[in-house]
Each structure stands twice: as structure tokens, then as C-alpha cells.
């Protein structure tokens, strides 16, 4: 079996000190494959997003170790890190954090700007994932002008441009309704299966969690 | 993420709140205009005075008179001193003479690269063509002396033959025509010699002054009209009286800097003369000038000050606004130190912006003001009253950007220590 993407061992994380301290995480183990989609599921209040922001390397972990690619995270330094969540990571929120007065193109190409690629290709780029998820006819529209499921796509074209070796989700459905959570879970599992990304789903949605390989 | 986009970024996104922005521009311009204005003036009136200085003399010349040592410190009268003769100045002025012995001493001194005692010549009148008679002051010409001419030339203070260069307003008075007509016509200048009889010579007007501030009214010979005329006056004067000079031009190295200048001024001073530059006897003017464009420059300082506090008010609410902009940034692997530079150059293009608008409008009222202070100001010809010289223009804009940017650097602190993780959670 191939060596696991992310692996985490003994995972502790603790919020606050003293008496209010609050153990979010309390000696986790965990390994993700390549190419496996994994659902983070509980009640709210249960650590998910907490997981979800150490894994997805946002956050430092209080003890214990997280391993991507056989290196261990606590080693690198702010700037890999940066270059880290650049690179080969893809976010989709809840919230869809769309800058609601730059055109839908200029949000999607966001990730290579930061990445300092050239304009020139990050149009072409930009373009291109739109065109993935049918959108290409949008891309000088203001983001604000987009209908819920429309924002989630251009989210989801964002997270895809660098392509990216996993995908976090968190809660991606929560602010749609069933028909358009429906699509857009289909757009991500497509993607998980087509495109061998990883797929890291944090959701109290039971039957999106039983989509996934796996749920913990 | 490149410089270039974050430069660009940074633009677009102090245009966002386009209200705010503008009021906080509209701050930075009126702070700017003023300390554009104060300076333009200062500079205005200063280019006028160097203009008009070097009409007056040079800088690599020190005029030297003999220290009156006798002038009691505590302000009680001072005893009689029979070499003390009437000076240049206010009238009662009195200077102690310099002799040959002294100009000797001088010229010994360290520093001194050669002396010319000043040969005061008291003209009675000045003639055309046996005309009306009119009074004329002689001035001192210092070599290397400029002065604004309507025609002709400087004198040559090398010519044989006596020359002159005469104020323009003499020349409706003496019937000689426009400046250029005048220029190469002959005057006759008269003076009292010892014994009292009155005697004239004869000289070539080779240019026409403009009137200036400070050479208004004064004509200027050259060595050979001097000498001559000198001459003339002191005919019959016992030895002891010719020569007495009330003061003399020292040449010196002014290259060698303002400390060399200051050392050769004390070594005068231990000889017992008194040394002084044209910036000495200018300076007065222009430190009271500087001195009101400084006092000027604050009062803009303080609007520019209380414009950069408007700068941090609306970037801390800029970055208020973009809390999740930045979460998400800093989320998908944008420095701190490129979130920093994204909001501290938005400072700077506001401060950009608003300089710049406040610097045109004020080169604008400028040329405004210098229209109609020509008119008001018709004494004071060659004056531009408000002046705008490119480096202290680049001075301005570059020093309200600086003060934008440290302006800046608390919002855009407070943008880069964001927890992307609490950013993104805010809602």
C-alpha cells in the first residue's frame, strides 16, 4: 500500500489555559490515502472544524504530529507552510468569502495571484476551470451578482485552479438548498473520483457523509 | 503574489469605498496644497533675493572695514576718533578708516588672495549733452558683479577708457532715448576736488540697469571712471586724506567653504577688521523669510498630521471590512508580510493621490497668484511671488507619502497578525 498523503498521529489540541482549558482534540490517529475522500462528521462543538484547520495546516497542533508526504508539518517553516496551503490545498467555506465587487474571474484566480503567477496565464487558468464547472459565460460578472449555487461553483473553480492534491470543505452545502447541495456534491465527488483529489468534507450531513469512503 | 499585483491590488482597493477614500484624500490635498503654497512662496521670494544679490556682489568677496574697538561694550558714548570718517549706510553711520598700512596688513593676512580698497567718489551731478543736471549715486562695482540690464553690458573692468552702466531711470531725465539708444552715448559726470572747485570727466554709457531692489538709482563705473574720478576729487587734498578708504574688497577662495570663510572672517577679526560676506549682510533678510515659511510650513504640517490620523481611521476600517478577505488570503498561503505591504501601500497611494492633487492645485493657485501679484507687485519687477522649484515639489509629495505610509503601518500590523482561522469565523 502506498505511503498515506496526511498522516496524523497522537493529535492533541487544546484551546485557552488553566481551569477554562478546553481539550478540542484528545489523542487522534488518522491516516488519509491518496485519492480517498474523507467526511468529518459530529455535532457542532465536537472538534471537526478544529481537525479540519490542523490538517488543513491553518493551525498548530498543541502535541502530536501531522505528516504530509512523509514530511513532518511541524518542521516547516511560515513560508512553506504558506507555499504549502498555496499549492496543494483547496478551500471551499461555508460562507462562500467571494470578494463581492471583483469580477467572478478575478475571485477564481485569486490563489495564482498570490502564487505570483502572470496575468496572462492566470486569465487563461482562471478561464478554464470556469469553463469545468459552466461557468465561463460568468467569469467578468461581479461576484454579487451570482445566485447561491452559482457562488459555490465559482468557490469550488477557485479551490480547483491550482490543482490542488486536497480539497477542504467545510460544511460546503450548509448554505444551499437541496437541489443546488445536490450539484454541487455531485461537482465534488466527480472531481474526487475523475481527478484523484482528496477530499476532506466536514459536515453533520449524514447521507454527504455516507457519499464519502470514509467517515470519522 | 508579485509586487506589481500587490502595487495594483492595493490600488483598487483603495478605491473600493470610494466616499472614505475620497474624504481622506480630500484631507491629504488640503495639507498638501498649503505646505506646496508656504513653500512656493519661500521659494519665490528667496529666487528673487538671489537674483537681486548678485547684483549687489559675489560670494568669493568679503567687504572688510577696521573694527571700531573703541565702542564702549556697555553702551556708553564712545570717545572721539579723528580717523573716524562717514560710511556707506544710514546716514551718521561713521566707520575708522582704513589707511595703506592696513590694506598692506590685510593683504598679509592668511586666506586673502588679493584686497582692492573701495574708492568712495561723491559725484555732484550728471550731464547729457549740456543739459539739465541731475544727481547720481556711484556704486561700488565688485568684480564678478552682475547686474539686470534692459541693454548694453556689463562694464569691462579691464577698458582703458571710462565706461558706465546707468540706472534705466535716468534715461528720460538726461533726454537719451530708449535703453538702446543710449547705450554708447557719452555722459559727463562732475565732482568737487579738495579745494573746492567743481570738475568733470567725461564717460561711455556701455549699459542700462534695470531697477532692482537694491541697486535702484545707483550708477556703476568701472576702474578706470573710478580711478579717474578719484583722482579728480582728492586733487589738493593733503597726502594723509587720499588715502583713507572707508573699506576695501577682499577676494578670497569662496570654494574652499563656508568653515574656510568663517576661519579667514577670525583672522580678520584678530587684525582688528571686520570681515563680512554678502551672506552675512543678507543673511538677516533671508533667515526673517525662512523664518516665516518655516513658522508657515507648520501650520501645513499640523493639517497634514491631522490628515495622516483621517489615513488610519480609514484603513482600520478598511481592514474591519476585509477581516475575511484577508482570513481567506492568508488561508490560501498569502505572507504576512504580503498583507502588511498590501495595506500599507494602500496608505501610500492614498497619501500619492492626495499630494499629488494637492501640489497641481497649488502650482495652480500659484500662477494665479502671480498674475495678479504682478500687478499689485509693479515695484518689485522680476518677482514671481510663488515659485515652484521640482525638488522641493518631489519633497512634498515624497514626505506626505512617507508620513501616509507610517500612517498605515498600524492598520496594516493589525491586518497582517490576523488569525486567518478567527478571521474566517468571523461573520
Redesign the interface.
Known amino acids: 500500500m502506498a505511503p498515506p498523503l496526511l498522516s496524523v498521529s497522537n493529535l492533541h489540541k487544546t484551546y485557552g489555559s488553566g481551569p477554562s482549558a478546553f481539550e478540542a482534540l484528545k489523542g487522534l490517529d488518522l491516516d488519509i490515502a491518496e485519492g480517498e475522500s474523507l467526511a468529518i462528521i459530529g455535532k457542532s462543538g465536537s472538534g471537526k472544524s478544529t481537525l479540519m484547520h490542523l490538517l488543513a495546516l491553518l493551525d498548530r497542533p498543541t502535541s502530536g504530529t501531522i505528516t504530509l508526504d512523509g514530511t513532518d508539518t511541524s518542521r516547516l517553516s511560515a513560508k512553506q507552510l504558506n507555499q504549502t496551503r498555496n499549492s496543494a490545498f483547496g478551500f471551499v467555506f461555508q460562507q462562500f468569502f467571494l470578494n463581492a465587487q471583483a469580477s467572478v474571474l478575478d475571485n477564481v484566480t485569486l490563489p495564482l495571484k498570490i502564487a505570483g503567477v502572470p496575468r496572462r496565464e492566470r486569465t487563461a487558468r482562471g478561464m478554464a476551470a470556469l469553463a469545468q464547472l459552466e461557468l465561463d459565460d460568468k467569469a467578468s460578472n461581479k461576484a454579487n451578482d451570482l445566485s447561491g449555487g452559482q457562488k459555490q461553483r465559482v468557490v469550488i473553480a477557485r479551490a480547483l485552479i491550482n490543482q490542488p492534491r486536497v480539497i477542504f470543505a467545510d460544511e460546503p452545502t450548509g448554505n444551499l438548498d437541496t437541489a443546488t447541495g445536490a450539484v454541487v456534491e455531485d461537482i465534488l465527488f466527480d472531481l474526487n473520483r475523475r481527478r484523484g483529489i482528496n477530499l476532506v468534507v466536514v459536515t453533520h450531513d449524514e447521507d454527504l457523509a455516507s457519499r464519502c469512503d470514509r467517515s470519522i | ?2 509586487p506589481l ?1 500587490v502595487v495594483a ?1 492595493a490600488f483598487r482597493n483603495a478605491f ?1 469605498s470610494r466616499l472614505r477614500t475620497s474624504l481622506t484624500v480630500l484631507a491629504i490635498f488640503i495639507g498638501a496644497f498649503t505646505l506646496s503654497l508656504t513653500n512656493g512662496l519661500g521659494t519665490g521670494i528667496n529666487q528673487y533675493i538671489d537674483d537681486t544679490v548678485s547684483s549687489v556682489g559675489v560670494d568669493d568677496v568679503m567687504t572688510v572695514t577696521k573694527a571700531s574697538e573703541d565702542v564702549p561694550t556697555d553702551g556708553g558714548p564712545a570717545e572721539y576718533d579723528p580717523d573716524q570718517i562717514a560710511a556707506d549706510g544710514p546716514p551718521g553711520a561713521t566707520a575708522t578708516a582704513l589707511t595703506d598700512d592696513d590694506i598692506d596688513t590685510i593683504a598679509g593676512i592668511e586666506g586673502v588672495q588679493s584686497v582692492e580698497p573701495a574708492k568712495s567718489v561723491m559725484v555732484d551731478y550728471v550731464q547729457h549733452d549740456d543739459g539739465t543736471r541731475y544727481q547720481l549715486s556711484v556704486a561700488e562695482f565688485v568684480p564678478g558683479m552682475r547686474v539686470e540690464l534692459a541693454s548694453g553690458e556689463q562694464v569691462d573692468l579691464d577698458a582703458a577708457d571710462p565706461e558706465l552702466v546707468l540706472p534705466e531711470s535716468y534715461l528720460e531725465a538726461l533726454d537719451l532715448g530708449t535703453a538702446a539708444d543710449a547705450v554708447g552715448q557719452t555722459v559727463a559726470l562732475a565732482v568737487t576736488d579738495a579745494t573746492g572747485k567743481q570738475v568733470t570727466a567725461e564717460a561711455t554709457i556701455v549699459g542700462v540697469a534695470e531697477p532692482g531692489v537694491i541697486t535702484m538709482g545707483g550708477a556703476i563705473p568701472n576702474d578706470v571712471l573710478t580711478e579717474e574720478l578719484h583722482d579728480l576729487q582728492t586733487t589738493g587734498a593733503p597726502e594723509a586724506e587720499t588715502t583713507r578708504y572707508a573699506q576695501a574688497s577682499v577676494s578670497f577662495d569662496a570654494a574652499a567653504g563656508a568653515v574656510e570663510a568663517q576661519a579667514l572672517q577670525d583672522r580678520l577679526d584678530d587684525a582688528g577688521f571686520t570681515g563680512s560676506t554678502l551672506e552675512d549682510q543678507l543673511g538677516a533678510v533671508t533667515a526673517v523669510i525662512d523664518g516665516i515659511v518655516l513658522v508657515l510650513n507648520g501650520f501645513a504640517v499640523i493639517a497634514l498630521v491631522a490628515a495622516g490620523i483621517g489615513i488610519v481611521n480609514t484603513l482600520f476600517m478598511a481592514v474591519q471590512e476585509r477581516t ?2 484577508v ?10 508580510s ?1 498583507v502588511f505591504s498590501l495595506f500599507s501601500i494602500e496608505a501610500v497611494v492614498i497619501g500619492l493621490v492626495g499630494s499629488a492633487l494637492g501640489v497641481l492645485g497649488a502650482i495652480g493657485v500659484g500662477q494665479l497668484v502671480n498674475g495678479v501679484s504682478g500687478d499689485l507687485l509693479a515695484d518689485l519687477p522680476g518677482l514671481t511671488l510663488i515659485a515652484f522649484d521640482p525638488v522641493s515639489v518631489a519633497t512634498v509629495v515624497l514626505s506626505v507619502m512617507a508620513i501616509a505610509f507610517l500612517a498605515g503601518t498600524l492598520p496594516a500590523l493589525r491586518a497582517a497578525r490576523q488569525d ?2 478567527s478571521s ?1 469565523r468571523y ?1
Open positions: 503574489m508579485k499585483d491590488s473600493r475575511r478577505e482570513g481567506l488570503m492568508k488561508a490560501m498561503g498569502l505572507s504576512s504580503r486567518p482561522i474566517l461573520e
